[in-house]
């Protein structure tokens, strides 16, 4: 009986742990990234009252007498199910979609965690809530990242200022009207950019030359200064195409304009989507695009599905600036937890593996989403009864040994 009462007690011992977990998960149930835990049961080492017996000739086999002396809480395993997607619209707002955690340096430890509510602090770092460092790789000057070099905290300057692109090669397309008369002019204009970022408009003109050719002269400026282009004869075949200068390009040279080097102008060869063509349709030859701008500034952020973080400027460029590093383990489970949604390596996680998103296992990064608690409230609520249950179970035992207990004392009169 004194035995029955000692299991009993480790039952209500338990399942106050289990009711601790359980409460554990129901107030996380909203927490970003949270994930849920369990207690496991297992019973503990039962006291042998009689031990087995060999058969023999003369007798049969015995098996052990055992008594079991009650349970324990044999872990508390965590459960990395991956929860629901909610959406956000905020650009610095990441769920990882699959396996992985994001890696954030905090006072002085490496953790991880599926929370990816992150922010730009004062001195341009990409942070946690907590004011934890986000790790990853930084694009250099030109916007490459090298995701085989080293990791360290992602900087993101507010108001980043980029230099300007000179321009150097403008493309044409259009139509250059084949019932022109000899004589008759189209004119199309673009602004150009020197090595400054400073405006040049550029004006091009066509001249129809004979029923075949036209020819194309420039002026750059407010006084339309003329500019020199080599191959500015533009000859058609019989089918419309361009048929000369061979290499389908009229260029400035450098020097030309000032502040400007070597111009290639593209007129494009037949059937490139974008070339000048001699047919019977209206006029309609003008600039593509030209690769050159003007200084710009940072002013909006976007994140890949890689998780490549993109800068939008000013200027209507855009460069890549860091890429978030997704770290995954051998044994997730393994991961000791720090607070609700931060995690650290233990002895039997396994090393951090850090690397790039949709690759070695890792999950994709959904951007513009956080990642929401894993938590079942029906599941949770029918462990309640459960927990419940069982430590009903456990307190009648007690009682009940009680009971008998009493009646021993009560033999003697």
Known sequence: MIRSMYAAVSGLRSHQTMMDVTGNNIANVNTTGFKKSAAIFQDILSQTINGAGAPTAAMGGTNANQIGLGVQVGGIA???????????????????????????????QQLFTRAGSFFVDADGSLVTVDGGFVQGWTADAAGQINPSGPYGRIRIPAGEQIAPITTSEINLGGNLPVSAAVGDTQVTGLFVYDSVGAPVQLELTFTKASADSWTVTGTYGDTATPVALTDNTLVFGPNGELTSPADFSADIAAGAIPGLGDVSITLGGANVVGRITQLSAAGSVGAINQDGSTTGQLVSLSVGQDGVITGSYTNG?????????????????????????????????????????????RGIVAPGALEMSNVDLTEEFTNLIRTQRGFQANSRVITTSDEMLQEIVNLKR
Not at 317 to 340: C, D, H, M, W, Y
């Open 317 to 361: 460029q855009v460069k890549s600036i860091a890429q978030v590093a997704i770290s995954v383990f051998a044994n997730p489970e393994g991961l000791e937890r720090v607070t609700g949604t931060m995690f650290r390596a233990s002895v039997n996680s396994g090393l951090a593996q850090l690397g790039v998103a949709s690759s070695g296992g």
């Open 78 to 108: 965590q459960n990395f199910l991956q929860g629901a997607l909610q959406s956000t619209g905020r650009s610095l707002d990441l769920a990882i979609q699959g396996d992985g955690f994001f890696s954030v340096e905090q006072d002085g």
